[in-house]
């Protein structure tokens, strides 16, 4: 069975023992570990390059604003010397909500993340070679960038049928290069209580859907009367209504829940969908990251 990879964030006082999960990993022979900009995922990337010698690992994602470009750029070719080309930098623009609370201002994402492709490209310049540079997407004109300027693509959330269409807005070359990256973030729950795991995958992206570029993507890939009602109850100031509003059908094509056979299968649809990584966020419904990590090694081992 082809293995996935997985989400990996280190929060504070459990940042040894999250550096020996992805060793964990490694050892259990996933497919990669992929960090969040939370909890310093870079500085998780480091010590993963570190730590282990053969598993590729990356950012998934930084966020551009946060940082100098050609500060990025030295720590994205350290990491790419040190791991003998294991990892991949996962670049994107994040959210405008985070974005605010950080005092940093949201501009034209796709002016700005190319912007930022060609001031890290200029930094490293004197810094050694850069990894492979992913972007992450969600809508055609992110895809067509990523292709144009860089060496992959990953989405988040995605929707499992419309990851077709989604692949097609690449040229024919990158789809057909194994070097190019297409990886999903797949929020992930396993549990023979399906109803108990399909609540917190409600839970997990509860604030996802009150994102308007991600309700953009939703009624894009089929999903209008449940984004519609979503944007009506917000608007109305009833958030607590949202859980309710997230269907079945949604639920299922964008995320993973259910027993271990069923995920399985679920990683399979996903490779067969044309995503070379699917990297699973995992949750649970009885504890924190490690339960849930518990248990995805318990269905891949």
């Given amino acids: ?33 992929y960090c969040p900009s939370f909890g310093d995922g870079l500085g998780l990337c480091e010590a993963i390059a570190l730590r282990t010698k053969q598993i590729r690992f990356g950012t998934a ?61 200029e930094g490293a310049q004197r810094l050694g070679a850069l990894p492979p540079v992913v972007f992450a997407t969600l809508r055609r004109k992110m895809v067509e960038l990523s292709a144009e300027l860089g060496q992959g693509a990953v989405w988040a ?34 549990s023979n209580d399906r109803g108990a ?35 009506a109850a917000l608007k109305a100031g009833k958030r607590d209504e949202i859980p309710r509003l997230m269907s079945d059908r949604w639920l299922r094509d964008v995320t993973l829940f259910g027993t271990l056979a069923e995920v399985r299968e679920g990683v399979e649809a996903w490779f067969a969908a044309g995503i070379r990584t699917p990297i699973l966020v995992a949750s649970s419904t009885s504890g924190g990251q490690f339960k849930a990590l518990e248990e995805l090694f318990a269905a891949f081992q």
């Fill in 157 to 190: 959330n995605a929707s499992l049928s419309h990851m077709p269409r989604s692949l097609s807005y690449l040229p024919a070359a990158q789809r057909a290069d194994e070097n190019f990256f297409l990886g999903n973030m797949i929020p992930t729950c396993i």
């Fill in 61 to 121: 994602i930084v966020n551009i604003y946060t940082r100098h470009p050609h500060d990025y750029a030295s720590s994205a070719a350290f990491l790419h010397e040190v791991s003998g080309g294991r990892f991949a930098f996962g670049i994107g623009i994040s959210h405008a909500p985070v974005n605010t609370r950080l005092g940093v201002q949201t501009g034209r994402p796709l002016a700005d993340v190319r912007r930022f492709v060609e001031q890290l490209r």
């Fill in 1 to 33: 069975m082809k293995m996935p990879a997985l989400s990996l964030a280190a929060m504070p006082g459990r940042r040894s023992a999250t550096v020996d999960l992805a060793c964990e990993m490694e050892r259990r022979g996933f497919a990669g570990v």
């Fill in 197 to 231: 795991a399909a609540e917190v995958m409600r839970k997990v992206l509860s604030g996802y859907v009150t994102l308007p570029n991600y309700q953009a993507y939703w009624i894009e890939a089929g999903y209008e009367e449940e984004m519609r009602a979503i944007q």
